[in-house]
């Protein structure tokens, strides 16, 4: 295994070549203009595929995007590891605040900056060329499958049909995936809790055409106001979410966890000063760390109505719009909480308007034991690489598949991402460390290594 | 003047020809992109003014958009009408929803469809027809100016300076405006009183860049979410503005003038049905009417932020918008009321984000007395060619510059409109009635001729 550091030397560059080309492609799945991208990202990680040297690979039709598909069965007698990962990406916007543009691919201070580089593609794209260097070098302990999809960062809503459809297709023992992030490159870290998303779009329809506010102001309600209204009351003064029965279910993190989870290096005045922000902002009673990751949180993503041109326009608005999401932990399940919002917020609303509540995709929470064989094996993958042991860590992002896949494959995941929160995924100037990248492929065939012999000695 | 009738039936598709011309340039002032269509239509008022026998006729230039300017004076002791009126439009979004395009006149249902078909060109092309016929038939019984501006949608901030520096150009006995409505075709009625204005956009900043919500949601503030509290803040639960001394110096209406205002024919149910809402919403206390009218108003008139293009992204957005006017009563000063906005609402920020207020632009209220010349002139023209007294109203809107033209000039305004509430200004398919259009014409006339009667007799 000592030849995997000169493999990514000699290789480096090649990597950053074939990577540059991936992101290259805008496979922004939101938007319906990029659908050919899309078509284009397959092929492009199906043609990866093929050339490190998998045996199958299919692009598999979806009602929506395709997932790419590749498998090496070596023996079936051993352990199986199914790679998941996504190759679309969020959309761009807004574009004038990239310094480079999100889809030509740059490097500067040791990072690629691009839509992408971090979530998912860079990512990905370490799994590829780590199984490239354990093909070409015969030291594949395992089977491995690979399972890529392109919906992912708008809900994955064709992969459980998928996924329920092709049981057998994507049996194994392990679910490895590199989506999320470590604390710092010198801190690494795995992931082993995921919130679950509950994603709604809400619409206020008052008058049924826009007015002029100075004939109609303050007799009709205003849609944008009364929606300012009702979001507004979905928090409490305590930052508490005022949907009934929301927090029924929160699974309850005792003192002793807490105190462990509070143990991860954290800097609050790091954070403020990352963020240019004055204080920290949240639930009554926790940390910055804790509502992050192990408490629920209600988020307006987006929110549009009137007149939103240059200038000024005394327009009183037919309707107002919102994109509201909510981060959920384990035991809250997404599709009643959708209900609880749906219900609450309907009611929210004064006679003047009407409300319509969208459900747009949801998923659940997910819980890694960390003495698991899974756990074991990438932190000891971990600690040879960075050459320090990795702290457990609960993340505050949604992979709603990952409970997916416990539920209909009975399989567990491994969220081993190498990532950094600064990497601005989601944002403009996303980007991802060079460290990082190869880092990842270098850490991988350790992983395959452990998990192997790990699973012998059970 | 029997001879008017049959003048406005002889001419009338030439009229509609050439106001069909004045509608097909879209002279939108508060977008850049039309800079060229505002310097063409401003020539086309131009021409008309030559056209009709104005014997002085400018284009004078301001640090916006030009007026035009036309006079015809007959003998400089007789009594002076000043025409005001303004030849921009307000934009035409959303676009989707105009049955026929906004800048390609069409009648339907003898309305002529098109922005600014009402608001305000076709109201003064009315003016200038009339003048056109009392020219031609050697009638006009005093002398006229016409003022005809290009910034009245976007606050008139160049006006302000140019009447200052033309006060002898400017100087008249009465002004003479038509951009505002009656109550209905067989119920006249003249606006004896305009709501001031106070416009502000606010941009609240939390992180200094867009965040994933998954990592960030919950522990930093959503500048989103805290824009719709600072917002739901501004009315307490009785639609109340909460902004301290907001009402100090509101005009208190006396019971008996609120009882004459409420005599004015108005139909909730028809009213309500119109707008298609369940139903009406304002300050406690008082009715629709004088809420749309005697009180002051806030609403908010466009609000931005975050994703709102298709599908979902779940983006903690670094910044949000929103532009949010308040209508004004007699008293209350729109400069010192921008300024109580803006350090209340400065102070409604949490120290996660921080606040700008950017004032748009004001305009003061305006009363004219019921027992003034100007108003006795024009209640006994529309009598004459309505057949029935109009009613007094007062209306909601503001035409900021009737306040200014007092103080500088001073000089009443007369707002003889003929628009209907219905008429959708401002709103997708705004259209105007050919019945309206051609009754301004007919009044004009008789308002000279009694003005020019009751001013001698005065």
């Known amino acids: 295994m000592q030849n995997i550091q000169s493999y990514i030397s000699e290789n480096k560059n090649r990597f950053l070549d074939e990577l540059f080309q991936l992101l290259r492609i805008p496979s922004i799945s939101a938007d319906p203009a990029y659908k050919e991208n899309m078509a284009q990202m397959a092929e492009a990680i199906k043609n990866q595929c093929t050339q490190i040297g998998m045996d199958t690979v299919e692009i598999c039709p979806t009602a929506g995007f395709p997932v790419v598909f590749a498998q090496k069965i070596i023996d079936p007698k051993l352990p199986t590891i199914l790679v998941?990962?996504?190759?679309?990406?969020?959309?761009?916007?807004?574009?004038?605040?990239?310094?480079?543009?999100?889809?030509?691919?740059?490097?500067?201070?040791?990072?690629?900056?691009?839509?992408?580089?971090c979530d998912d593609k860079g990512q990905v794209f370490m799994h590829l060329k780590a199984l490239?260097?354990?093909?070409?070098?015969?030291?594949?302990?395992?089977?491995?499958?690979?399972?890529?999809?392109?919906?992912?960062?708008?809900?994955?809503?064709?992969?459980?049909?998928?996924?329920?459809?092709?049981?057998?297709?994507?049996?194994?023992?392990?679910?490895?995936?590199?989506?999320?992030?470590?604390?710092?490159?010198?801190?690494?870290?795995?992931?082993?809790?995921?919130?679950?998303?509950?994603?709604?779009?809400?619409?206020?329809?008052?008058?049924?055409?826009?007015?002029?506010?100075?004939?109609?102001?303050?007799?009709?309600?205003?849609?944008?106001?009364?929606?300012?209204?009702?979001?507004?009351?979905?928090?409490?003064?305590?930052?508490?979410?005022?949907?009934?029965?929301?927090?029924?279910?929160?699974?309850?993190?005792?003192?002793?966890?807490?105190?462990?989870?509070?143990?991860?290096?954290?800097?609050i005045e790091n954070y403020k000063n990352d963020l240019s922000i004055q204080d920290v902002m949240g639930e009554t009673g926790y940390s910055t760390t804790e509502r992050a990751s192990i408490r629920p949180t209600l988020d307006v993503n987006g929110i549009w109505g009137g007149y939103i041109g240059q200038g000024a326009k005394t327009v009183l608005p037919s309707q107002a719009f919102a994109k509201i999401s909510m981060r959920l932990v384990p035991n809250q399940d997404s599709g009643t909480i959708t209900k609880l919002f749906q219900s609450y917020f309907e009611n929210l609303a004064p006679a003047g308007v009407s409300v319509k509540v969208k459900p747009h995709h949801g998923g659940e929470a997910y819980v890694l034991p960390i003495d698991s064989i899974g756990y074991l094996a990438a932190e000891k993958a971990m600690e040879i690489t960075f050459g320090k042991k990795p702290v457990p860590t609960r993340g505050g992002g949604?992979?709603?598949?990952?409970?997916?896949?416990?539920?209909?494959?009975?399989?567990?995941?491994?969220?081993?991402?190498?990532?950094?929160?600064?990497?601005?995924?989601?944002?403009?100037?996303?980007?991802?460390?060079?460290?990082?990248?190869?880092?990842?492929?270098?850490?991988?065939?350790?992983?395959?290594?452990?998990?192997?012999?790990?699973?012998?000695?059970?």
């Open 84 to 117: 998941y990962g996504h190759y679309d990406v969020q959309p761009a916007t807004p574009l004038d605040l990239w310094i480079t543009p999100p889809f030509e691919p740059t490097l500067r201070d040791e990072k690629i900056y691009a839509r992408g580089s």
């Open 132 to 267: 490239e260097y354990m093909i070409s070098s015969h030291s594949l302990p395992c089977n491995v499958k690979v399972l890529i999809e392109g919906e992912e960062e708008v809900g994955s809503d064709n992969l459980p049909i998928f996924v329920k459809n092709n049981t057998k297709k994507l049996s194994a023992d392990i679910i490895l995936i590199s989506d999320t992030a470590i604390i710092a490159n010198d801190i690494p870290s795995i992931d082993c809790g995921l919130r679950g998303l509950s994603y709604v779009e809400v619409e206020v329809t008052g008058p049924s055409r826009d007015l002029h506010s100075g004939v109609y102001g303050g007799a009709v309600a205003n849609p944008i106001n009364i929606l300012c209204d009702m979001i507004s009351k979905l928090h409490d003064k305590n930052r508490k979410i005022t949907i009934p029965h929301f927090y029924d279910e929160v699974e309850l993190v005792s003192i002793s966890e807490r105190k462990l989870l509070s143990e991860a290096p954290f800097d």
């Open 398 to 458: 949604s992979i709603p598949i990952v409970a997916l896949f416990e539920k209909e494959l009975k399989i567990k995941s491994i969220l081993l991402g190498f990532g950094l929160d600064t990497d601005a995924i989601h944002s403009p100037n996303e980007h991802y460390g060079i460290f990082n990248l190869l880092k990842g492929i270098e850490t991988i065939p350790y992983f395959y290594k452990n998990f192997v012999e790990m699973s012998n000695n059970k």
